[in-house]
């Protein structure tokens, strides 16, 4: 099943359901990235099955989901940008983790099988300036002998909307790249020199499949699921890696998450041989103090479940599911943060 076939604001929950009695709970809401949509979706399908409680995610971007966890119309939020301390403070919010994965760039090149092009953060950085803008360009044919390119044009394809994917992709461009990071820096909306412009993982996907000579960035699933060209990347210790969820991991290994306030851990441009360079985190935001307790736990039951069961569906689609030290970090702050009215702890 291709992905980009889902629909983009969707009741994510299995309508195939299990017939359960009618004192099941409501389904609860949720709304933000759609870099870990897969994922969420594969989750609420068999925990719809499990409990017959179903989870209706709409996939609209991180700025989306922190507008509606802010705006209260949400049970809670979902961004690849962490907030920041001051910013969780001030809106009253409890930020934690849910699944780690990576971005990656895509190809549409005749010719080019998925993870044969080679790709460094400077030509990245200089296609997406539009300082390089034909595929043969000595800069990119150095770097991948052997493979024929021509000199058509280069079309670049960005987030239209505001994006988590984007700021990872930004983010690592910016640490990687002196004048990517003042022509454009790192944000989860920017001014891109160059380029069109696609809403979702699923749009830019749609972009480049639809475009020749076109390069966009999509969370790996999307690219895998949709059979497109990722291309390798060059890391921080000078290696070529293929994504996958051991070079994710291995950008994880020395991730800090008991120490990062917020739990806000940024992981482009990880330090070691097999990391993936542009490894991110996706995040939840819960208000800590809830009008109704029963709906926050409906939520923190939801994200146990995910926990405890759906590694093994993360793998299948290349996410890593996070640790036990950090799922343990994150249920102490459940128990800690989160009050009903009362101020009584939800978890």
Same mark, same amino acid.
């Given at each position: 099943?291709?992905l980009? @076939?889902?629909v983009k604001?969707a009741?994510?929950a299995?309508?195939?359901?299990?017939a359960f009695s %009618?004192?099941?709970?409501?389904?609860? $809401?949720g709304?933000?990235?759609t870099? /870990?949509?897969?994922?969420?979706?594969?989750?609420?399908?068999?925990?719809?099955a499990?409990?017959?409680?179903?989870l209706?995610?709409?996939?609209i971007?991180?700025g989306?989901g922190i507008? @509606?966890?802010?705006?209260?119309t949400v049970?809670?939020?979902?961004?690849?940008?962490p907030?920041?301390e001051?910013e969780?403070?001030?809106e009253g919010?409890l930020?934690? /983790?849910a699944?780690?994965g990576g971005?990656?760039p895509?190809v549409n090149?005749?010719?080019?099988?998925p993870g044969?092009?080679k790709?460094?953060p400077?030509v990245?950085?200089?296609?997406y300036?539009?300082?390089i803008t +034909?595929?043969?360009d000595?800069r990119i044919t150095?770097?991948n002998?052997?493979?024929k390119l021509t000199d058509?044009?280069?079309?670049?394809v960005?987030?239209?909307?505001g994006?988590?994917?984007?700021f990872l992709w930004?983010?690592?461009?910016?640490? $990687?790249?002196a004048?990517?990071?003042e022509g454009?820096?790192a944000g989860t909306?920017?001014?891109w020199?160059?380029?069109?412009?696609? +809403?979702?993982?699923e749009g830019?996907?749609?972009?480049?499949q639809?475009?020749k000579? %076109?390069?966009?960035?999509?969370e790996?699933?999307?690219?895998?699921k949709?059979?497109?060209?990722?291309?390798q990347?060059?890391?921080?210790?000078?290696?070529?890696v @293929?994504?996958d969820?051991e $070079?994710f +991991?291995?950008?994880?290994a020395?991730?800090?998450?008991?120490k $990062?306030?917020g739990?806000g851990?940024?992981?482009?441009? @990880?330090?070691?041989?097999s990391s993936?360079?542009i490894?991110?985190?996706?995040?939840?935001?819960?208000?800590?103090?809830?009008?109704?307790?029963?709906?926050a736990?409906?939520v923190?039951k939801f994200?146990?479940w995910?926990y405890?069961?759906?590694?093994?569906?993360?793998a299948d689609?290349d996410?890593v599911?996070?640790?036990a030290p950090?799922?343990?970090?994150?249920?102490?702050?459940?128990?800690?943060?989160? +009050?009903?009215a009362?101020?009584k702890?939800?978890w």
């Amino acid at each position: 099943m291709r992905l980009n @076939q889902f629909v983009k604001t969707a009741m994510v929950a299995a309508v195939a359901a299990v017939a359960f009695s %009618s004192a099941v709970a409501a389904d609860i $809401t949720g709304a933000g990235a759609t870099f /870990p949509y897969p994922i969420y979706s594969k989750w609420a399908e068999s925990y719809k099955a499990a409990t017959g409680t179903g989870l209706n995610y709409q996939s609209i971007g991180s700025g989306g989901g922190i507008k @509606q966890i802010k705006a209260k119309t949400v049970d809670f939020g979902a961004s690849d940008m962490p907030l920041k301390e001051e910013e969780l403070e001030a809106e009253g919010l409890l930020q934690f /983790p849910a699944i780690m994965g990576g971005v990656v760039p895509i190809v549409n090149l005749e010719g080019v099988a998925p993870g044969q092009l080679k790709m460094t953060p400077e030509v990245l950085a200089n296609i997406y300036l539009g300082k390089i803008t +034909k595929w043969n360009d000595a800069r990119i044919t150095a770097l991948n002998p052997g493979v024929k390119l021509t000199d058509s044009d280069i079309t670049v394809v960005h987030r239209s909307d505001g994006s988590g994917t984007t700021f990872l992709w930004t983010d690592f461009l910016s640490k $990687t790249n002196a004048d990517f990071k003042e022509g454009v820096g790192a944000g989860t909306a920017v001014k891109w020199p160059a380029g069109v412009g696609g +809403k979702g993982n699923e749009g830019v996907a749609a972009n480049v499949q639809r475009i020749k000579g %076109s390069i966009g960035y999509v969370e790996y699933a999307y690219a895998k699921k949709n059979k497109m060209s990722h291309t390798q990347l060059k890391n921080r210790d000078g290696q070529f890696v @293929q994504p996958d969820d051991e $070079t994710f +991991k291995a950008a994880a290994a020395g991730a800090d998450w008991a120490k $990062t306030p917020g739990m806000g851990v940024i992981l482009t441009n @990880q330090a070691g041989k097999s990391s993936w360079p542009i490894t991110g985190a996706s995040f939840i935001l819960l208000h800590k103090s809830q009008a109704s307790a029963e709906r926050a736990k409906e939520v923190l039951k939801f994200f146990d479940w995910s926990y405890k069961n759906g590694g093994a569906m993360a793998a299948d689609l290349d996410y890593v599911a996070m640790p036990a030290p950090v799922v343990k970090l994150v249920q102490d702050a459940w128990k800690a943060s989160v +009050k009903d009215a009362s101020g009584k702890a939800v978890w």
